[in-house]
């Protein structure tokens, strides 16, 4: 078969695959109907592509009848590997013993890493359950650090604990953690409370050993955090417990592949092997070479990114044994359907797209770069061009699936480049140094001690830079795959190129042009899903109002994500319904991300409070806030916030004990003025009842609500419903309800 047709099968199976991200993960499969539409997409796609392309590549139209037979047994093959619970799976479990303390023995299948709750945290296949019931499947659990100190990959042990389902995203832009662990094949988990264990030997040895030793070594030589950090940068991050403000800085400043092993690290391994090995002869240089990359890969834990590199790496070996040359996209493509046939749930995974993107971009625009930037010293030209060759490809893939970029990310790459190479060069011949004797992989890496702090210094720098990273809002798939489509007529055609600029604009329009749209015409008011109090999120017409924080667990991992995803970089106004003492370190990672423009507070703790900003404007809940479709006011005897729509009155209620009579009372009077009333509360009197407001939203329901008391009343529960958007066009979705309606276009 020729060349061509080969590599149109193999993009058929890796476009059948992709097309299966055009509708959310489930762990039961697609519809019928999903199947049905993605199948004559892909048949429809197959029949363009024959017409348009038959006379340029001479590909007979069996040839495409093909592609579109593997595109869809590619969308089967699929479905039939993702992971189900089994008739005995330990979720099954949950419902028996809900809340009960349960003892769970099993094997542990990963190394524990510490989580953002200082537990351990790792993978259990289970086989019993309370001594006595055979069970399958696998637990994500979470133990004290000091009960799970000494724990390793496959030993067998007992834990007890409480079971429990996984979430899916309570708020919109959260986690789904339900999702991704239902994309391990794991469906329950288990909140350890003591760990048994039954025979608690370490073997003589193992990958993860081999790890411990390395990391032990870095952080001998350059204490703690440094040495986390120069591990990661040589192993990534998923084999070190890197702390989470180091982590965070990275990524805010566009440098998280750094701290993930992939082709870079790859790369530099291959290239002191093949120094080291300059004297030797072919065959040895190529056992040497593939077995350095064999270890490398097992070091690492054997990641997505990792194995793709390996076997393009192997490429290379290759090629120099038999004196020939790579075609480095054809090893890319041949890598990745080598690796997809063996896991296809990978086209799901955003590092494995990432590598992939990245790699494609340094093959197909780093030559083209180089040529303009001839006019620099070589070493400057290629520290500019490779940085800027990946960056371009994939922050569009980065701004959709995290609905931000990091602004200055391009800029930091090229400043950050000669230090990443250092450390992780000195870190990689330290880590070698280390497997053989630590004292040695010790003092080597000592030496990198002033590079690392150099790059943390410069990190800290672009991150506290005003606007170090832009919300973009949520990019649909249309526009994404518009994007990408423009970038391959850049590469593909000369006349495209020659109109780059038009094409940046265009990409740019598909981007601003719909934000800014919804921003200055969308009326929605989001409660989301938080604790204690509720967080409320008012956009009118152009105009932010933020009502409510929460601590600083709900800021990270609710508050903004969700502000990210509607684009949003500026608050009109924050306002702190707080009566207890203010917590202003809850509030400035929001203005860290955010302008503030206007902050309101409680009259009695003004003069507690220092300003966040000197650009932000300090003022009492007294005065009245106008946009365009609200009104917004302050009863400060019953502290509650009133905020008037055109067709509703919502009473959002602080945390103070206040008496139910006069709740009562002012819920009656809103009802004279003819409007709906919606209730707004952590928790409520079921004596409020008795007015009959229209809509009660809380995330503490009391336990004598029933539909007897609670009459014509709708009740939307935070907790089990998830964050609530209210719109005058659609009334009132839960986050459920959005995220289904909202996930294609």
């Known amino acids: 078969m020729a060349r061509n047709n080969w590599i149109i099968l193999c993009l058929a199976y890796i476009v059948g695959l992709l097309s299966t991200n055009l509708f959310a993960f489930s762990s039961s499969g697609f519809s019928k109907t999903h199947f049905l539409i993605i199948a004559l997409g892909l048949i429809g796609l197959a029949f363009v592509q024959a017409i348009a392309l038959h006379k340029l590549l001479r590909i007979s139209y069996q040839v ?11 969308v089967v093959y699929f479905q039939l590997r993702i992971p189900r619970p089994s008739n005995n799976d330990i979720s099954y479990q949950v419902i028996a013993s809900e809340s009960e303390l349960v003892t769970v023995t099993g094997r542990v299948l990963t190394e ?15 086989t019993e359950i309370d001594n006595q019931e055979q069970v399958s499947g696998k637990l994500y659990v979470t133990v004290p650090l000091l009960q799970g100190t000494g724990i390793y990959p496959g030993e067998n042990l007992k834990l007890k604990g409480i079971l429990y389902l996984p979430q899916a995203a309570s708020n919109p832009g959260g986690f789904d953690f339900q999702a991704y662990l239902a994309r391990q094949g794991i469906f329950a988990g288990l909140q350890g409370l003591e760990v048994i264990f039954e025979r608690h030997t370490e073997p003589p040895w193992g990958w993860w050993k081999l790890r411990r030793r390395i990391v032990r070594s870095h952080i001998q030589g350059l204490g703690s955090p440094l040495g986390q950090l120069v591990s990661s940068m040589v192993l990534g991050r998923k084999a070190v417990d890197l702390p989470s403000d180091i982590r965070d800085r990275f990524i805010e400043a566009g440098l998280a592949h750094v701290l993930a092993a992939s082709g870079f690290h790859v790369s530099l391994l291959l290239g002191i092997i093949l120094k080291l090995t300059n004297r030797f002869t072919i065959k040895p240089r190529l056992v040497i070479g593939i077995g350095t990359l064999l270890i490398y890969l097992g070091l690492t834990g054997i990641q997505a990114s990792v194995f793709r590199a390996c076997l393009m790496g192997v490429a290379v070996l290759l090629a120099l044994a038999m004196n020939t040359k790579v075609k480095p996209l054809g090893s890319l493509l041949l890598a990745a359907t080598i690796i997809l046939l063996f896991n296809p749930l990978l086209i799901g995974d955003l590092g494995f797209q990432l590598s992939f993107l990245a790699t494609f971009g340094l093959i197909v625009t780093l030559p083209g770069l180089q040529t303009k930037l001839d006019w620099l010293p070589p070493t400057i ?27 200055y990310s391009i800029l930091v790459n090229i400043c950050c480049t000669p230090l990443i190479i250092i450390i992780s060069l000195g870190g990689m011949i330290s880590a070698i140094a280390a497997l053989i004797f630590p004292l040695i992989g010790s003092a080597i890496a000592w030496l990198l001690l002033y590079p690392t702090k150099l790059l943390i210094t410069i990190i800290h720098f672009f991150t506290n830079l005003p606007g170090s990273t832009w919300a973009v809002g949520q990019i649909s798939l249309g ?7 423009l970038f391959l007529l850049v590469w593909l ?22 934000r800014g749209y919804q921003h200055f015409n969308l009326t929605q008011v989001t409660i989301l899903a938080a604790q204690p109090e509720p967080i409320i999120v008012i956009q009118d017409r152009g105009k932010v109002i933020l009502i409510n924080s929460g601590n600083s667990k709900t800021v990270k991992y609710s508050l903004l994500p969700f502000l990210t995803q509607q684009g949003i970089n500026r608050l009109d106004y924050a306002i702190d319904l707080n009566q207890k003492s203010h917590s202003e370190s809850d509030w400035l990672p929001i203005s860290d991300r955010l302008t503030i423009k206007h902050f309101i507070l409680n009259p009695n703790l003004e003069h507690q409070f220092t300003p966040i900003s000197k650009k932000t404007v300090i003022q009492d809940l007294n005065q009245a806030i106008a946009t365009k479709s609200c009104q917004i006011s302050f009863d400060s005897e019953l502290s509650l916030l009133k905020l008037e729509t055109a067709t509703e009155t919502w009473l959002i209620l602080s945390q103070m004990k206040r008496d139910t009579k006069q709740i009562e009372q002012y819920i009656e009077q809103s009802l004279l003025n003819q409007k709906p009333v919606v209730l707004v509360s952590s928790k409520f009197a079921t004596a409020w009842l008795q007015s009959q407001p229209q809509i009660i939203i809380s995330s503490a329901p009391p336990k004598k609500v029933t539909s007897q008391n609670i009459g014509k009343t709708k009740f939307y529960d935070l907790k ?3 964050a609530i958007t209210w719109t005058p066009k659609h009334g009132f979705e839960t986050n459920q309800e959005l995220s289904q309606s909202n996930y294609i276009f």
């Open 112 to 126: 524990p890493r510490l989580n953002n709750n200082q537990r351990l945290k790792f993978w259990l296949e289970a």
């Open 479 to 485: 526009a994404l795959l518009i994007i990408y489509g």
């Open 64 to 74: 495409w009848a093909s592609a579109a037979i593997i595109a869809i047994m590619a």
């Open 720 to 722: 089990k419903d998830g």
């Open 381 to 407: 030209a290629t520290l500019v061009a490779v940085p800027l060759a990946a960056s371009v490809w994939v922050l569009p893939l980065l701004g959709y699936a995290f609905n931000s970029v990091a602004t």
């Open 493 to 514: 055609h000369d006349r495209w190129r020659n109109q780059w600029l038009l094409v940046f604009l265009c990409i740019l329009t598909l981007i601003v042009v719909p």
